[in-house]
C-alpha cells in the first residue's frame, strides 16, 4: 500500500460544507433533466464552479454555465469568466440583457440607470429558451434576509417566481428537485457558507479571482455615499470631484452600482483578516441595488431574480 | 485575528408562537456582534417604521415583509455564529401549527433544539408538539431558555414551575442533555453576559451552554454506508461510485456490500475531488472504486457490516404536511430515500400520536400536520436502517405525484418513547 496519501485530518466546518455543496451539485444533476450553472465571475460563484468541478471530477461537468451579461461588467471579470470557464472546459452560455432590450421585452433604463432588475427577464428567457429545470446559483443565505428564508432547493413556478409563503418541506439532505413542465428549481449549494467561509475556502483552494477583489489604485468618484470607478459606465458629473484611490471591490456586480471599499488588502490573507472584522455587511456597503427598499430583495426574489 | 478551524453545530430553535424564539436569537447575534452596522440599522429603521420601539429583535431574522406585519415567523430564517472554536448555524423556526412543516425542516438538521418557553404560561401544546417532533427527529441535546423572567420578577420559583412542567413532559422523549436557563431575550439577562437579577441561578448562560454542547455526534454507529449519487467514469475505462458517507468511515480495503444486489467486494481506492484518499470520513462526498466489476448505480447502497435491511414493506413514523388527510385511498405518492425514489403506497394507517399523552391512538388516516405510524408498501425495494440507528439511510419524504410537492417526513420504525 501507498504511505504517500494524505492522512486523515478531521473535518473543520469548511470541510463539512464543501462535501454539503458537492452533494447537492450531484442530487440536482441526477435528479433534473437539464440543470444550468449560474456563473458571473464574482467571487461565490467563482467558487460554486470550482466545486462543480470537484463534485464531477475527473468527468466534464454534465452541465452547461449560465451568465446574465447586463453589458455593464467590469473588464476584468469578463476576461476572468472566460479565462475560467476555458481551464475547466465548460460550455458558456452568454444570455444578453441589450437582447432582451432589443427585443423591446424591457426599456433601456439609459446609461445612469440599474439594469439589475432587468436581469431577471433576460434571465427567465434563458431559462425558458434553453428548457432548463435547474439553475444552480452562488446565493448565500447570509446575504440578506429574504436570503436567509430560502430553501437549498427554491422551487419556481411558471413565470419564475418565488412564493416565500409557500416553500416546500426540506427535510434532511432528501433534496428532490422534481418539477413539472415549465417551472425549475433554483439550487443554492453555498446557502449556509458565509462571506468569512468563502474568503477561507478561495485562500484554502489556492483559488485564481478576478483582480479587482484585491487593493488596487483607481480613479473613483463619490455618488450616493459610494466610491464608484470611474469608467463609460461611470461618467463624473460636473459637481463631481475624481479622486485616485487604493481600493478593493468586495462584492462584484455592475460597474454603475457597485461600490467599492477603501482597502489595502492585496492578498487573500488580508482580505480574511479584513472580512473578520469588517462592520458593515457586504451588500450594505457596497451595492446600490439593495438599498431601494426594505424588502428589495425578497421583492425581486419573487419577480424570480437570481 | 485566530481563525483556526472551528467544529459545526446545527441547531433550531423551537416552541410556540410568541414565546420569544426570534428575539432570543436576535438578542444572542446582536450581544456576539455577528451583526454588521447597517443590518442593525435596518433593523432599528423598520422597528420605528412599525411603532414598535427601539429596536424589535424578532425583526432581525423575520425578514420577509408578511413576518413583519403580522409579528409572526412564517418559515425557518438560518443565520450564523461563529465564536473561537464553532460555527454556528442556527435555524429559527416558525411557532404556528399550520407551519410545522417548515419547522420540521429547520429540525431535521439540527444536532441539538433550543426551546423557548415563556415562564408565566402552562406548557402550550404547540411546545409540546415541537418537543415531540424534534425528539422523533432524533435531537437528543436540548437546552431550554426559559424567557421573558423579566415579567416575573426574576422568581426563581416561577422558573422552577416552569421547568418542572417541561421536564415532566419531556421524560419519556429520551432527550440525553436538557439545561435549563431562565433568559430575557429583551434585556439579555444569562443570554450572553450573565445577569444580576438571577443570583439563584449558578448554570451557564446561553452562549457559554451552546458552546460546551456536545450534541452532534449522532447516535450510535451501525456500519458504513455511502448511498450512491452518480457514477464518475475514470480515464481508462474504469468507473468510481460517488456519494457521501454516513453511520462509519470507509477505508482503502474496508470489505462492502453493494444493496440490493448483495454483491460483495472490497474497496481499493478513495477518491475526493479527483484525489485519491485513503480514508472516507462520515460526512465526506467520496467516491469509492472496487475490486470487482459491478453493475452499481444511482440508488444502490454500499455497506459494511452490520448490513441494512432489504425490504418493500416500511413500518414507519410520518409526520404529514399534505393540504388533504393522508389514508389507504389517498392520493398517489412517491417515496424518495437516499439516492432512490419509488412509487409507494399506503398500507395500513396504524394510528396516530396524541401529542399531549404521547399515546398512539386508532385512526384511518393522518391530517395535516398530524403525526403517526403507517405501513407503506413500495414498488421498489428500499435498503433501510431503523431511524435511530442512521439519520440518513432511516429517513424519507412522501412526494405528491400530482405537484411534485413534498407531503411528509418519515422516519424507518417508531421511537421507543410511543
Same mark, same amino acid.
Given at each position: 500500500m501507498t504511505t504517500t496519501l494524505p492522512t486523515p485530518h478531521a473535518t473543520d466546518h469548511?470541510?463539512?460544507?464543501?462535501?454539503? /455543496?458537492?452533494?447537492? #451539485?450531484?442530487? *440536482?444533476?441526477?435528479?433534473? !433533466?437539464?440543470?444550468?450553472?449560474?456563473?458571473?465571475? =464574482?467571487?461565490?460563484? +467563482?467558487?460554486? #464552479?470550482?466545486?462543480?468541478?470537484?463534485?464531477?471530477?475527473?468527468?466534464? %461537468?454534465?452541465?452547461p454555465v449560465l451568465h446574465i451579461d447586463t453589458g455593464q461588467n467590469f473588464s476584468e471579470v469578463l476576461d476572468f469568466r472566460d479565462r475560467t470557464v476555458k481551464a475547466i472546459g465548460a460550455r458558456l452560455i452568454v444570455a444578453k440583457v441589450q437582447d432582451t432590450i432589443d427585443q423591446g421585452r424591457v426599456v433601456d433604463p439609459g446609461p445612469l440607470g440599474s439594469r439589475n432588475r432587468l436581469q431577471t427577464v433576460t434571465l427567465l428567457d434563458a431559462i425558458n429558451e434553453h428548457r432548463f429545470d435547474a439553475a444552480f446559483g452562488g446565493a448565500r443565505r447570509d446575504e440578506d434576509k429574504a436570503r436567509a428564508k430560502e430553501r437549498i432547493l427554491s422551487f419556481r413556478d411558471a413565470f419564475g417566481q418565488w412564493d416565500p409563503r409557500r416553500q416546500r418541506p426540506e427535510l434532511w439532505q432528501l433534496y428532490q428537485g422534481k418539477v413539472n413542465? =415549465? !417551472?425549475? *428549481?433554483?439550487?443554492?449549494?453555498?446557502?449556509?457558507?458565509?462571506? #468569512?467561509?468563502?474568503?477561507?475556502?478561495?485562500g484554502r483552494e489556492k483559488m485564481d479571482l478576478p483582480s479587482i477583489y484585491f487593493a488596487h489604485e483607481r480613479d473613483v468618484v463619490l455618488r450616493d455615499g459610494m466610491w464608484l470607478a470611474v469608467s463609460e459606465f461611470v461618467e463624473p458629473a460636473s459637481h463631481e470631484v475624481v479622486v485616485r484611490k487604493t481600493i478593493r471591490f468586495r462584492t462584484v456586480g455592475d460597474a454603475n452600482c457597485t461600490g467599492a471599499v477603501l482597502s489595502h488588502a492585496s492578498t487573500i490573507e488580508a482580505i480574511i483578516d479584513e472580512v473578520a472584522v469588517a462592520n458593515v455587511s457586504e451588500r450594505g456597503a457596497t451595492r446600490g441595488d439593495d438599498k431601494f427598499s426594505e424588502t428589495a430583495m425578497e421583492d425581486r426574489k419573487r419577480e424570480g431574480y437570481f | 485575528?485566530?481563525?483556526?478551524?472551528?467544529?459545526?453545530?446545527? &441547531?433550531?430553535?423551537?416552541?410556540?408562537?410568541d414565546d420569544g424564539k426570534s428575539t432570543l436569537i436576535g438578542r444572542l447575534l446582536v450581544d456576539t456582534r455577528q451583526l454588521f452596522d447597517d443590518?442593525?440599522?435596518?433593523?432599528?429603521?423598520?422597528?420605528?417604521?412599525?411603532?414598535? =420601539?427601539?429596536?424589535? %429583535?424578532?425583526?432581525?431574522? $423575520?425578514? %420577509?415583509?408578511?413576518?413583519?406585519?403580522?409579528?409572526?415567523?412564517?418559515?425557518?430564517?438560518?443565520?450564523?455564529a461563529t465564536t473561537p472554536t464553532r460555527k454556528f448555524i442556527i435555524a429559527d423556526c416558525p411557532g404556528h401549527v399550520q407551519y410545522t412543516g417548515n419547522m420540521a425542516t429547520g429540525a431535521s438538521t439540527a444536532d441539538l433544539a433550543l426551546v423557548v418557553l415563556d415562564v408565566a404560561s402552562r406548557l402550550k401544546e404547540q411546545t409540546r408538539r415541537h418537543l415531540c417532533i424534534a425528539a422523533l427527529l432524533g435531537v437528543r441535546s436540548v437546552i431550554v431558555a426559559v424567557n421573558k423572567m423579566d415579567t416575573v420578577g426574576w422568581s426563581e420559583t416561577a422558573f422552577d414551575r416552569a421547568i418542572d412542567q417541561i421536564e415532566l413532559h419531556s421524560r419519556e422523549l429520551g432527550f440525553t442533555s436538557m439545561i435549563m436557563i431562565p433568559v430575557s431575550a429583551l434585556y439579555g439577562d444569562n443570554v450572553v453576559e450573565g445577569s444580576p437579577n438571577t443570583p439563584w441561578y449558578h448554570g451557564p448562560t446561553l452562549l457559554e451552554a451552546l458552546e460546551a454542547s456536545e450534541a452532534g455526534s449522532w447516535e450510535t454507529a451501525q456500519g458504513a454506508r455511502l448511498p450512491i449519487q452518480w457514477v464518475l467514469r475514470q480515464p481508462g475505462g474504469g468507473r468510481t461510485y460517488a456519494g457521501i458517507v454516513s453511520g462509519e468511515a470507509f477505508r482503502v480495503g474496508d470489505r462492502v456490500t453493494l444493496l440490493p444486489a448483495n454483491v460483495e +467486494?472490497?474497496?481499493?481506492?478513495?477518491?475526493?475531488?479527483?484525489?485519491?484518499? %485513503?480514508?472516507?470520513?462520515?460526512?465526506?462526498?467520496?467516491?469509492? $472504486?472496487? /475490486?470487482?466489476?459491478?453493475?452499481? =448505480?444511482?440508488? $444502490?447502497?454500499?455497506?459494511t457490516a452490520p448490513l441494512p435491511t432489504i +425490504?418493500? $414493506?416500511?413500518?414507519?413514523?410520518?409526520?404529514?404536511?399534505?393540504?388533504?388527510? &393522508?389514508?389507504?385511498?389517498?392520493?398517489?405518492?412517491?417515496?424518495?430515500?437516499?439516492?432512490?425514489?419509488?412509487?409507494?403506497?399506503?398500507r395500513e394507517i396504524k394510528g396516530v400520536i396524541d401529542i399531549e399523552s404521547l399515546t398512539v391512538d386508532p /385512526?384511518?388516516?393522518?391530517?395535516?400536520?398530524?403525526?403517526?405510524?403507517?405501513? #407503506?408498501?413500495?414498488?421498489?425495494?428500499?435498503?433501510v436502517d431503523d431511524y435511530r440507528e442512521d439519520r440518513v439511510t432511516g429517513s424519507f419524504v412522501l412526494i405528491d405525484e400530482v405537484t411534485n410537492a413534498t407531503v411528509a417526513a418519515g422516519m424507518v420504525g417508531h421511537a421507543s418513547f410511543l
Open positions: 469548511l470541510d463539512v460544507l464543501e462535501s454539503h /455543496a458537492l452533494f447537492i #451539485l450531484r442530487e *440536482v444533476a441526477a435528479e433534473c !433533466e437539464r440543470p444550468v450553472l449560474l456563473f458571473s465571475g =464574482g467571487k461565490d460563484s +467563482t467558487v460554486l #464552479l470550482h466545486l462543480a468541478a470537484k463534485a464531477f471530477a475527473p468527468q466534464a %461537468l454534465p452541465f413542465v =415549465g !417551472e425549475h *428549481v433554483r439550487a443554492f449549494p453555498l446557502s449556509d457558507w458565509t462571506e #468569512l467561509d468563502v474568503w477561507q475556502y478561495i | 485575528m485566530d481563525l483556526a478551524t472551528k467544529d459545526l453545530l446545527r &441547531l433550531a430553535t423551537i416552541g410556540s408562537v443590518q442593525l440599522d435596518a433593523v432599528a429603521a423598520a422597528s420605528e417604521r412599525r411603532g414598535f =420601539g427601539d429596536l424589535d %429583535l424578532s425583526f432581525v431574522t $423575520d425578514g %420577509l415583509r408578511a413576518e413583519r406585519e403580522q409579528g409572526i415567523t412564517i418559515d425557518v430564517a438560518y443565520r450564523y +467486494t472490497t474497496i481499493t481506492a478513495i477518491n475526493f475531488g479527483g484525489e485519491a484518499r %485513503l480514508e472516507a470520513a462520515v460526512g465526506l462526498a467520496a467516491d469509492l $472504486d472496487f /475490486a470487482d466489476e459491478t453493475d452499481a =448505480g444511482r440508488g $444502490d447502497l454500499i455497506a +425490504t418493500r $414493506d416500511l413500518q414507519a413514523t410520518v409526520c404529514w404536511f399534505g393540504e388533504q388527510p &393522508l389514508s389507504v385511498n389517498g392520493r398517489r405518492l412517491r417515496l424518495k430515500h437516499t439516492t432512490r425514489s419509488t412509487p409507494v403506497r399506503v /385512526a384511518d388516516s393522518l391530517s395535516t400536520n398530524e403525526i403517526g405510524l403507517v405501513s #407503506l408498501q413500495t414498488a421498489d425495494p428500499l435498503v
